[in-house]
């Protein structure tokens, strides 16, 4: 299969504390998103990072990308409960193909 | 949700019949996409346009059938539905910026076919 795999599949933490989630990928990729989805919601677009790119940062959030390893990491530091949601992780081949390969997501919660 | 909407947002239907699901943007984006969100899959991409009449199949398409006559509404319709199309659907747009396009999600539909 192509599609992202992302672990853990459920993660808990308490508020304050930093949260990492993977994801892992078998095909060579232009780029890697991260979206996140509130319960109930549409997903969110949060960040991209390019295959040639190791890290990128954007608020509280921090990406890196390992392409010799297949695998990124979305790390979220001084968590909320606002950031209680699922996480995803979607590749953009290389190529024309138009289509985002999705993995299955990481559902976290924050506990205040 | 930015300048998306899906209609309707809750449907309960039965086996057979035929159901229509819209989606409507505001963005004037090229691009719309289908999707159906399953426990235990993730997202799967159902069909997908890149303009008006243009569009094409994604990987889970049996069943389905889209529209677009327009830019700024995709239509997706179960030709007689089934129990394994229930299902939350998400309409998707994008706006071509290349190989670093982001899709922009709608709120959802959530299907459930008796």
């Known amino acids: 299969s192509q599609q992202g795999e992302e672990d853990p599949q459920a993660l808990s933490i308490q508020e304050g504390e930093n949260a990492t989630m993977n994801c892992s990928y078998k095909?060579?990729?232009?780029?890697l998103q991260w979206y996140r989805q509130n319960s109930g919601r549409g997903l969110v677009h949060l960040i991209l990072i390019r295959s040639n790119e190791r890290e990128k940062h954007s608020g509280r959030l921090r990406v890196t990308l390992d392409t010799s390893k297949k695998s990124s990491s979305l790390l979220i530091t001084a968590s909320r409960a606002a950031d209680t949601a699922s996480y995803f992780c979607?590749?953009?081949?290389?190529?024309?193909?138009?289509?985002?390969?999705w993995g299955l997501g990481t559902s976290l919660a924050v506990n205040p | 949700d930015a300048g998306i909407t899906q209609s309707p947002r809750h449907k309960v239907t039965e086996t057979g019949t035929p159901v229509t699901l819209r989606c409507h943007q505001t963005e004037n984006h090229r691009y719309m996409y289908w999707y159906r969100q399953d426990p235990g899959h993730g997202l799967r991409l159902i069909h997908y346009s890149y303009g008006v009449k243009d569009t094409d199949k994604g990987e889970v398409s049996d069943g389905y059938s889209v529209s677009r006559s327009k830019t700024e509404d995709f239509l997706l319709t179960l030709e007689s539905a089934t129990s394994s199309q229930t299902s939350v659907y998400f309409c998707a747009i994008s706006e071509s910026t290349g190989s670093e396009e982001t899709q922009y999600f709608g709120p959802g539909t959530r299907l459930l076919v008796l």
């Open positions: 979607a590749l953009r081949g290389v190529g024309n193909n138009r289509k985002l390969i």
């Open positions: 095909t060579s990729i232009n780029n």
